[in-house]
């Protein structure tokens, strides 16, 4: 019996070691391109032993309603990215004039798509496209990055929560909570703007933001 167990716990953790390490895995959770720079890079692995992919990247305005183009290219645009092989996405700023007094947000895209392949005769084609926010950081910006989070402030009125951004940084939430209670999808709040939640209010705000690493900043508290 403990024969039987041991071999289904193997089993068990080779699928799910099968699982994390399948596929296509991004170099990071965001970008922050510093103004200044030549170029910034973002790395892709193909972690498959088998199968080969053809990526596909581009780079558009945060604002789905802005159809302007977006002032960025990223090279190569679109690849073969064979088995347990890696490659790196180069992001250039193209010069188009943005604001000099706060942080600018794009979405850089990447879609991974498989080959075909025959199941049951019918094609089978599993296209995979992932969203990554890019920071444009002007140069001269006032503060840290990292603890902008920490000047946020907040406000209730009723039934609707509002917190005011003061910095130049834009500021992406982990959680934010009024007591014990947590707001669900709290988003990013832009610099100088405000952003309100409808929630019952009463108790003490605590918050917790994403910081240029992917990571958690600690937790900030307003009574």
């Not at 799910?16 to 692995?45: C, D």
């Not at 920490?150 to 834009?170: E, I, M, V, W």
Request: hydrophobic share 40%; with cysteine; aromatic share 10%.
């Amino acid at each position: 019996m403990m024969r039987k167990l041991t071999t289904a716990a193997l089993l068990l953790s080779a699928v799910m070691s099968n699982y994390v390490h399948a596929g296509v895995v991004m170099g990071g959770t965001r970008v922050i391109y510093p103004q200044g720079k030549r170029e910034v890079s973002f790395s892709v692995t193909n972690m498959e032993k088998q199968t080969p992919y053809l990526i596909q990247s581009w780079i558009e305005n945060f604002d789905s309603k802005n159809t302007q183009t977006a002032p960025f290219v990223v090279t190569p645009p679109l690849f073969r990215l064979d088995p347990e092989q890696k490659n790196v996405l180069r992001i250039s700023y193209i010069g188009t004039p943005l604001p000099a007094d706060r942080e600018s947000v794009f979405w850089l895209n990447v879609k991974n798509i498989a080959p075909a392949r025959k199941e049951n005769s019918n094609k089978l084609q599993i296209n995979v496209k992932s969203k990554f926010k890019i920071f444009f950081r002007p140069q001269g910006l006032k503060g840290e990055p990292a603890l902008a989070y920490k000047q946020l402030t907040f406000s209730c009125d009723g039934n609707r929560l509002t917190a005011h951004n003061p910095t130049p940084y834009f500021i992406s939430f982990y959680q934010v909570k009024v007591a014990a209670s947590a707001i669900k999808e709290p988003g990013m709040i832009a610099p100088f703007s405000d952003r309100r939640w409808n929630t019952a209010c009463g108790g003490a705000v605590s918050w917790q933001a994403i910081n240029d690493f992917g990571g958690l900043t600690r937790v900030a508290t307003q009574s």
